[in-house]
Structures are given as C-alpha cells and as structure tokens.
C-alpha cells in the first residue's frame, strides 16, 4: 500500500532538505506532500482538518513551528508558547481523527534543562526548567513529547519525536536579527565582504554547538518515518566529538567567503547556553554507519546557496 505522507513546514529549510533528498532517490510507494501555512493556517483546528481531508495522509512529517533565534525569542516567549502549542494541538489530534499510521513531530536540544550534564540524552528533557531566554518555544515542544505519550497510552497512537541539534543549510531563515547563529554569520559576512566593512559577531564566540546539515537531518528523518518505531524521542545529532565554538564556525563562514577583513567579538551580546552537548548513542545503536557530510563542507553548500539566492532567500 503506498504511504502518503504530509511534511507540514513542507517549505522551510528542513522540508526542502527532505524534498531534495527525497527526489534524489525517490520510493515508488511513497508520495510526498510538502505543505506551507498557505496550505493551512495550522493554529486553526478546521484548516488543519480540512488540509488532512485534501490530502488523506497515512503518515505525517510535523516541522510547522513559529521559530526565531535567541534575541527574538528573549522578547517573545508568549507568542512562541502560545502559536506552537495551538499548531501542534491541531496537527496530533487531526492526525488522531483520522487515524494517521505515524507522527513525527520535530523538537530541539534547546528545549533541555538549563541547568544538567552533559551529554544530553533523550531520557533528559524534563529534568529542570530550560533555558530562560527560550521558555516559551521550549515548553510548547516539550508538551509534544507529553502528547505523544498520552496518544499512545490512551488511544494506541504511533506519534513520535525527534530532536536535532543545531541545523542549518539552503533555505535556512538568514535573517540578521532573527536568525539563528550560523545562517546570521553567513549572511553578515556576505555583507561585510561586500561593503568592506568589519564583521560583527555577537557575543565571545566561545559557545558550543553541534551544528547538523540539513540535508542530513532529511536523510535521518526520511529514515525515522519508515523504520523508527519508538515512541520515546531519538536525538538526531552529529557526534559529540564534532561540537565547534561559535568562533570556529565563523572561521568556516570566513573560509568559505574568502573574508579577509576585520572580525570584532561584540562581548555586550548574550552567548546563550554555553553548551548543550548531546549524545547521539541510541543513533548510533540503529544507524552506526552513518555518515554525516564535513562541515567544512556543508557550510561552503550553504554560502554557495546563499550567494546564489541572495536576492530571494529568507533574510
């Protein structure tokens, strides 16, 4: 029987990676339906029904979420609360209704304690309160791993979760105020390299991260729909071995521009969460062969679609 799988945020960066990868080697029994808010406003119940009805998935990919960088989610906790929370409400229980085979939804390592050690793992994520610049988008991502147990208890759902690192790639939101870290470095610099002017980089740069390339994020969620079966939350994560500051991540960009110009730490800017190292171990336990592209690599793609989209892409 062929799978019809609905991608909400079918649009943004992750969604087109998995339509990339997905039309790189396409599955005769799968079709893919890659779905934006124009499809449906999915904070309003009836338009959410209505986009199953259309569609009359078996399986739902779940990436729709208001999301923001660190400085736009300090100003609007409420807002990032409240907007996903609706959206993933409507998106489980119309999947519910109508009987969906498997949910993925996605969440984030940033939704993790504040305060716990490292590495996080995936038995972690209600441990304490998470970090207080982010609290709103943390607990409404959070209530989706509630969900999808009570699903599964009270009515047998198959809804499940996975939790990135820090993704990035084509079609990321390069925004210089609400971005997130790397695409704001790729887009600043770009402007710096233009202009002849110092690049500005908020903060120390001694934050860590593991940053995951979009396109292998699609590759490992293409693989969670079709074998996965867990109701517990898997990380999707490079190894903790490849976590980089934020400096050495504005070395790549500069490197990838062929930047020559003057770089300024501005220190009066927040760094965040000094780290949120996760362990990819239950990964590793079912894919251990995995590879994940070079970020040497994957960021010079990324200044090479950005350069060449520059005048279209999300800025």
């Not at 079709?31 to 119940?45: G, H, V």
């Not at 993925?104 to 304490?128: A, K, Q, R």
């Not at 980089?201 to 996965?228: C, E, K, P």
């Not at 109701?231 to 994560?237: A, G, H, N, Q, V």
Request: one cysteine or more; glycine letters at 6%; hydrophobic letters at 35%.
């Amino acid at each position: 029987m062929t799978k019809v799988i609905l991608v909400t945020g079918g649009t943004g960066m992750v969604g087109q990676a998995v339509k990339t990868i997905v039309d790189r080697d396409p599955n005769p029994d799968e079709t893919w339906i890659f779905a934006s808010s124009k499809d449906a406003d999915l904070t309003d119940r009836e338009q959410t029904r209505k986009l199953f009805a259309l569609y009359k998935p078996t399986h739902v990919l779940h990436l729709a979420a208001l999301v923001g960088g660190l400085f736009r989610n300090l100003s609007n906790n409420l807002d990032f609360l409240r907007t996903n929370i609706f959206i993933n409400d409507n998106v489980l229980q119309t999947s519910s209704e109508n009987g969906i085979e498997k949910v993925v939804s996605c969440l984030s390592t940033c939704i993790f304690p504040d305060e716990t050690t490292y590495p996080i793992d995936e038995t972690m994520i209600h441990n304490g309160p998470p970090h207080h610049s982010n609290f709103g988008y943390s607990y409404a991502k959070r209530l989706i791993d509630v969900q999808n147990h009570a699903y599964h208890l009270q009515l047998k759902c198959n809804f499940t979760a996975v939790i990135p690192t820090n993704v990035f790639g084509p079609n990321d939101n390069f925004g210089l105020e609400d971005g997130h870290v790397l695409p704001g470095l790729i887009h600043k610099t770009y402007v710096a390299d233009r202009d002849g002017t110092p690049l500005v980089v908020w903060g120390t740069g001694s934050a860590l991260r593991q940053f995951i390339y979009s396109h292998d994020l699609a590759r490992l969620m293409i693989w969670v729909v079709r074998h996965y079966d867990e109701i517990e939350p898997i990380i999707l994560s490079v190894d903790e071995k490849d976590e980089i500051s934020i400096k050495e991540a504005a070395e790549l960009v500069m490197d990838a521009f062929d930047f020559k110009g003057d770089v300024i730490y501005d220190t009066t800017r927040s760094d965040g969460q000094y780290k949120k190292t996760a362990s990819n171990a239950k990964l590793r336990k079912y894919v251990p062969d995995f590879k994940f592209t070079p970020i040497k690599q994957a960021i010079k793609e990324t200044v090479d679609w950005f350069v060449a989209n520059y005048d279209t892409a999300r800025k």
